[in-house]
């Protein structure tokens, strides 16, 4: 399959102004509809006149494989609408994004843990902000690593983009461990971090319901779309931004479920944006069973399984609120993010003229999370007309364990013995330091007590020296 034009945009916002400029030029290219990609970017579905980009000085056409451009993904759409981490606003997203000036080789991820319509870890270098104001866990999957490993700091706003540059002009050196990577770039340049102080926590949640209009406080709404072809007809593209910017709206967000979302509808304005849909022949009803999917983009034979097992769903009238699921195949080189994964086998090489179906392989995340990263097989080289049972099978099997695992954890607390644990706080700025983490930031190795800190310690957050440490007890 060739791999299609796509167009960078920066962590999946853009202006009216900017989309429509795109859908001009797609349209002077000869297409009727564009399409979006996981990674919050823009796809060109067709083939297009190469000669005729230089007329379009605003936009660079890359090809992911070819070029090694990434875009940077984010989760700018949630913010406002969807449960979020107190200090990331819509604003603060901006800004920081504002900050990656360079075309990223490595895919960038900038994401809100509390928050489930974007995923964390689907990236080389995933940024997920922390309780701490400005301040982010960083978790490396760097190209040939097998696993996700954690920076052992919290790295401040103001340096994303530098430390991903960094990273970026180490992997010359072939890096194996997240330790050498922070040694390197330690090295290379001079950051602000912070001393990690208790590990990342996600939580949760049922997968949301992203379409149609919903209401933000009082006065203003949003509005999810989902074309479930990934189709999305030039002359409405072009009216919607038009009506955005009547409506002082300034950003449109991209999903990484090939839809979009157009935050801060004013109430007065709702019943012309309803009646502007109806004029368009936009459906905003689809069912939850279809639009918790992930395919390949241009993918004819992924989209007509995905179909054929919808079908079954809905025939069945089977519940999926909450779960998600993927198509993918052996030689497949993303990472999964959905609770359920459908993987399509290689077909063996034989002579003659033997007739073979293809087979699949059923995955599900652990405890059906995708933010675990632990996928479980759950049978092995079935057939398509196996799946839909299987399918339902998982699906009964999540309903069932739902909320166990949160109540087994809860029986586990109240049963285990009380315990303590030392930290010594900062009384400047509250900062602590727990032994169990130490100070990477000040070669202060893992299980160092604070007694055996040297007295020149200084807080890694203000600067206050050792003294200004006061001892705490956590009891757990």
């Known amino acids: 399959m060739t791999e299609p034009y796509r167009l960078r945009i920066n962590g999946g916002v853009l202006s009216p102004g900017e989309l429509k400029y795109i859908c001009e030029a797609a349209e002077n290219l000869g297409l009727d509809a564009i399409s979006f990609g996981s990674r919050q970017d823009i796809i060109f579905p067709e083939e297009i006149d190469e000669?005729?980009?230089?007329?379009?000085?605003?936009?660079?056409?890359?090809?992911?494989?070819?070029?090694?451009?990434?875009?940077?993904a984010s989760s700018y759409v949630s913010a406002e609408i969807l449960l979020n981490t107190s200090w990331l606003t819509s604003d603060r997203y901006l800004y920081i994004?504002?900050?990656f000036k360079h075309n990223p080789k490595l895919r960038i991820n900038v994401t809100d843990p509390k928050q489930r319509l974007v995923p964390l870890f689907t990236g080389n270098v995933n940024f997920i902000a922390s309780e701490h104001e400005d301040y982010w866990y960083l978790y490396l999957r760097l190209p040939g690593w097998e696993k996700t490993e954690m920076y052992p700091a919290l790295i401040y706003s103001w340096d994303m983009d530098k430390i991903e540059l960094a990273i970026e002009n180490i992997l010359i050196e072939e890096p194996e461990t997240v330790d050498t990577v922070f040694e390197l770039v330690s090295d290379a340049i001079d950051t602000n971090n912070r001393t990690v102080d208790k590990p990342?926590?996600?939580?949760?949640?049922?997968?949301?319901?992203?379409?149609g209009m919903n209401r933000i406080g009082i006065d203003r709404y949003w509005l999810g779309l989902y074309w479930r072809n990934n189709r999305y007809d030039i002359p409405f593209l072009k009216a919607m931004c038009d009506l955005c910017s009547e409506n002082k709206i300034g950003k449109i967000s991209i999903t990484p479920w090939k839809s979009f979302i157009v935050k801060g509808i004013p109430l007065k304005s709702k019943l012309r944006w309803e009646k502007f849909l109806g004029k368009f022949g936009i459906n905003v009803r689809h069912s939850m069973l279809e639009m918790n999917w992930h395919l390949p983009v241009n993918d004819k034979e992924a989209l007509n399984l995905k179909k054929y097992l919808v079908t079954n769903f809905d025939q069945n009238d089977i519940s999926t609120y909450g779960l998600t699921f993927g198509i993918t195949s052996y030689e497949s080189d993303t990472y999964n993010f959905t609770s359920i994964v459908i993987e399509k086998n290689k077909k063996p090489e034989l002579k003659g003229d033997f007739i073979i179906r293809d087979t699949y392989n059923l995955l599900y995340a652990k405890n059906f999370d995708?933010?675990?990263?632990e996928y479980i097989m759950h049978v092995q080289d079935v057939d398509k007309v196996e799946l839909p049972g299987l399918l339902m099978e998982l699906s009964q099997l999540y309903f069932e364990q739902l909320g166990t695992e949160r109540e087994e954890q809860e029986i586990?607390?109240?049963?285990?013995?009380?315990?303590e644990e030392e930290i010594y706080q900062c009384i400047d700025c509250l900062t602590v330091y727990n032994k169990k983490y130490g100070d990477i930031t000040q070669n202060i190795a893992l299980n160092t007590p604070f007694d055996s800190l040297p007295e020149s310690y200084e807080c890694s957050t203000c600067g206050a020296p050792k003294m200004s440490f006061e001892k705490k007890v956590l009891v757990k």
């Open 51 to 72: 000669s005729k980009f230089e007329k379009f000085d605003k936009i660079k056409f890359v090809k992911p494989k070819r070029d090694g451009v990434e875009n940077i």
């Open 412 to 419: 586990q607390t109240v049963v285990k013995e009380v315990s």
């Open 97 to 99: 994004l504002e900050q």
């Open 370 to 373: 995708p933010n675990t990263r």
């Open 200 to 211: 990342l926590e996600v939580p949760f949640y049922p997968f949301p319901y992203y379409e």
